[in-house]
């Protein structure tokens, strides 16, 4: 694989849970309580603020 390959794989996920954070919330805890907890405020903006910083970093990278 190469490295435009996992740039691009990189900067969909980071979209993906930049927009829509609790599916990967889901994915990683949300089975366990089968749909029955909701992530918290503090979890969904940290994930959001994390994920604007990596698309951030990775454009500031290509562009280098």
Known sequence: MG???LF???????IINLCF???????R???ISRGKDEPSRPYMT????TSLLML??????AMA
């Open 46 to 49: 940290m994930v959001r603020t």
């Open 8 to 14: 691009f794989i990189f900067m969909v996920l980071c």
């Open 29 to 31: 805890y949300g089975w």
């Open 56 to 61: 951030l970093i990775a454009f500031t990278l």
């Open 3 to 5: 490295m435009r390959t």
């Open 21 to 27: 954070p609790k599916f990967g919330w889901y994915l």
